[in-house]
């Protein structure tokens, strides 16, 4: 019987720069239970690095705190933390938050069997202050591309 361990030794882990279909990173990610954050944008793999408290954590609670209000207030919005979306074949960011419209209200994304959000949220909010090379620049592209407003 194959466990999480077993596995992990047999599947390659994800380095940054890995050029992977979703499918194939999604494998290697769920076997690599011990990674806290990794995305794929435009089939490259961007593996996180340690955040630090000024330049991303509170940043990070005052977007959260902003969002959770204007959500509490607004009817059929959903509000999310830290989610990974499949935007696409090549694409499965993991924004530090985003809003939502249930897709039952006119919303253009929807949540999978499996837990994951489908397709472009209504807003993605990234902070970009680790990560600008590639958030500013292939990740803006990607949620252009796919309809994020």
């Known amino acids: 019987m194959k466990t999480k361990e077993n596995l992990a030794t047999t599947i ?3 380095e940054n720069g890995d050029r992977l279909t979703r499918h194939e990173f999604e494998r290697r990610y769920e076997a690599m239970p011990h990674f806290k954050k990794a995305e ?3 089939g490259v793999v961007y593996v996180a690095s340690p955040l630090r408290y000024r ?3 509170k940043p990070h609670e005052c977007i959260m705190a902003w969002l959770g209000l204007y959500c509490s207030a607004t009817p059929g919005v959903e ?3 830290n989610f990974t979306v499949r935007l696409d074949l090549d694409n499965e960011p993991q924004p530090e938050a985003l809003l939502r419209i249930d897709e039952e209200l006119g919303g253009q994304s929807y949540i999978t069997e499996d837990e994951y959000v489908k397709c472009a949220p209504e807003l ?8 600008a090379a590639y958030d500013l620049h292939d990740k803006l592209k990607a949620y252009r591309r796919s309809g994020v407003l």
């Open 124 to 131: 993605i909010v990234e902070v970009a202050s680790s990560s």
């Open 79 to 81: 509000l999310a933390d």
């Open 12 to 14: 390659p882990t994800l």
């Open 55 to 57: 330049r991303h954590g």
């Open 40 to 42: 794929l944008i435009e």
